[in-house]
């Protein structure tokens, strides 16, 4: 299905639009509901990768396809491998298939787990036998992806002696990991982040039935974000149910899109984002994103609709996601005359005048390169290839936009 935009303006009603919980902590309570039957979930995410989690945790079957959901592959090795006796192959899409497992799996084994590759030495698809694990300490590299330390936090009270994990090299995406922590400690179960190393203590004696909300998700915020920082002055959207300590940290989103001219306000579970003031073109946009990698596609994008320069620094990661999404901004942003230099970990947007009209964005099965670049149908006329890819994280992503004003036609 491609969609195409036709210029638009977001309509003068106001609107305040539900955004569905974070698939980042849905997917990590998912697995600790897994292993702490008596934890109730709210607002829970609908997007593909945390229903896929869902059925994956509940599935029998010896063979358990979690298509692109990187959360979940990483999640599910850690939970497999300590589940006894049991037997499963986890596999996924051709692209997860080339994203790098290889640093959680060692550590795993490390530890004592039964876990082989069934194709390339380092990536899915995996057959894991369930043990019992019972070493207590374990060092891993913390510089690629944070869903490894998230995946062994996450299993570690269930050891029998917890785990003392080693962070080596330069910590990526730490609120990630420390979001994790965050749930466990909402648990009641004791956690220590000092430096770069955590210590999780073994499962509480009895851990009370207890209900967590997620909070909704930040990265699709930055959407709306975009969508109202490329809009005229005094354009308003409202979206909920946010908090403002979040443990999300693409939650900086509201400090970023200051940059932008956009305002937050904050009342009760509602954000309302308010374009304040106009953008000089003088302006230019300087980001480290190490801990927010996320958003960088739809920063860029919002940068190139408003023609600003803009530098962002920290996005090694961004080439082992959905696709290499540095490549793929760089391609998609030039057919639109933009002027992009990509190094393996950053990305430099140079100002520009001029968005060319009509142009077909590939999205390269990655959910967020179609919601990114769909603001920019504010400023020109566009074409959304294969716009069901949103489902990964965010399935109401069109209606949600066809309710603010956005005009556009399905193919
Ligand atoms: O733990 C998580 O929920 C996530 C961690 C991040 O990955 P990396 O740590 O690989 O950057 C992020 O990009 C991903 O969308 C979700
Ligand atoms: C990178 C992402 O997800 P994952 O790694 O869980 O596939 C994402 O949602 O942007």
Same mark, same amino acid.
């Not at 069934?118 to 899915?124: C, H, R």
């Not at 716009?387 to 109401?396: E, F, G, L, T």
């Given at each position: 299905m491609d969609i195409h935009i036709a210029k638009s303006k977001i309509a003068s009603r106001k609107f305040t639009i539900p955004i569905t919980g974070s698939k980042s902590e849905s997917n990590r309570l998912l697995l600790l509901k897994a292993l702490y039957p008596q934890i109730n979930i709210e607002n829970i995410s609908n997007s593909d990768d945390s229903v896929l989690m869902q059925r994956a945790i509940a599935s029998t079957d010896a063979v358990i396809d979690i298509h692109h959901a990187g959360t979940a592959m990483r999640f599910l090795t850690a939970y497999f491998a300590i589940q006894e006796r049991r037997e499963v192959t986890i596999t996924g899409s051709s692209r997860m298939k080339e994203r790098p497992i290889k640093i959680l799996v060692d550590a795993l084994k490390h530890l004592g787990a039964d876990i082989n590759y069934?194709? %390339?030495?380092?990536? +899915?698809p995996l057959k894991i036998v369930g043990k019992k694990l019972t070493k207590k300490e374990v060092s891993l590299a913390? %510089? @690629? =992806?944070s869903q490894y330390i998230s995946a062994l936090i996450l299993i570690a009270s269930k050891l029998e002696n917890g785990l003392e994990i080693t962070l080596n090299g330069k910590i990526t995406s730490v609120p990630y990991i420390k979001m994790t922590l965050s749930l466990l400690d909402s648990l009641g179960v004791e956690t220590i982040f000092i430096d770069n190393v955590i210590t999780i203590k073994p499962q509480v004696a009895n851990l009370k039935p207890q209900t967590l909300t997620v909070e909704s998700d930040w990265s699709s915020a930055s959407y709306f974000y975009s969508l109202v920082a490329l809009s005229e002055v005094g354009t308003e959207i409202t979206i909920t149910a946010y908090k403002k300590e979040s443990l999300q940290g693409d939650s900086v989103l509201a400090t970023i899109y200051k940059n932008f001219g956009v305002e937050t306000h904050f009342n009760n579970h509602q954000i309302t984002l308010k374009k304040r003031t106009a953008v000089s073109q003088q302006s230019k946009i300087e980001l480290d994103l190490k801990n927010a990698p996320d958003i960088a596609q739809t920063i860029a994008v919002t940068a190139f609709g408003l023609g600003l320069e803009c530098y962002m620094v920290g996005l090694h990661t961004l080439k082992i996601k959905e696709t290499d999404r540095l490549l793929a901004l760089k391609t998609e942003l030039e057919k639109l005359g933009g002027e992009v230099i990509i190094t393996d970990a950053t990305l430099h947007l140079k100002s520009s005048k001029k968005i060319n009209r009509d142009i077909a964005i590939a999205t390269y099965n990655d959910h967020r390169m179609a919601m990114a670049f769909a603001p920019l149908g504010l400023k020109t006329s566009i074409i959304i290839e294969n716009?069901? @890819? @949103? =489902?990964? =994280?965010? +399935?109401?992503f069109w209606d949600d936009l066809e309710t603010i004003g956005i005009n556009f036609s399905i193919n």
């Open positions: 069934l194709e %390339n030495d380092g990536f +899915p913390a %510089n @690629v =992806s716009a069901d @890819v @949103v =489902s990964k =994280s965010y +399935p109401q």
